[in-house]
C-alpha cells in the first residue's frame, strides 16, 4: 500500500476592491525551487504567488478559511 501524503505551500493574493489580500495554500508538486514566486492556483480556486519563505499552515488573521479547511482533508 502507497501512502500518499500532501504538500502545500503558503500563497499570497492580491486585494482586490474591498477584498483584503489573504494567504492562500497551494499544493505543491514541484520543487519548491520550481514555484518560489509563480503564480499558482491556490485550494479555493484563487490565484495567488507562492513564497517559500512562509510554511503553511500560518498562524496569521489574514489567512482563507476555505483553503484551512481544504488543507486539512
Known amino acids: 500500500m502507497m501512502l500518499q501524503t500532501s504538500l ?9 476592491g ?4 489573504l494567504w492562500h495554500a497551494v499544493e ?3 520543487p519548491p525551487s520550481e ?5 499558482e492556483i491556490t485550494l479555493c480556486g484563487s490565484l495567488a504567488r507562492v513564497s517559500t519563505d512562509e510554511v503553511w499552515p500560518l498562524a496569521a488573521s489574514d489567512v482563507c ?4 479547511l481544504l488543507s486539512r482533508r
Open 8 to 16: 502545500f505551500a503558503a500563497a499570497r493574493s492580491r486585494a482586490h
Open 18 to 21: 474591498p477584498t483584503a489580500a
Open 28 to 30: 505543491v508538486h514541484r
Open 35 to 39: 514555484v518560489d514566486g509563480a503564480c
Open 65 to 68: 478559511p476555505t483553503c484551512v
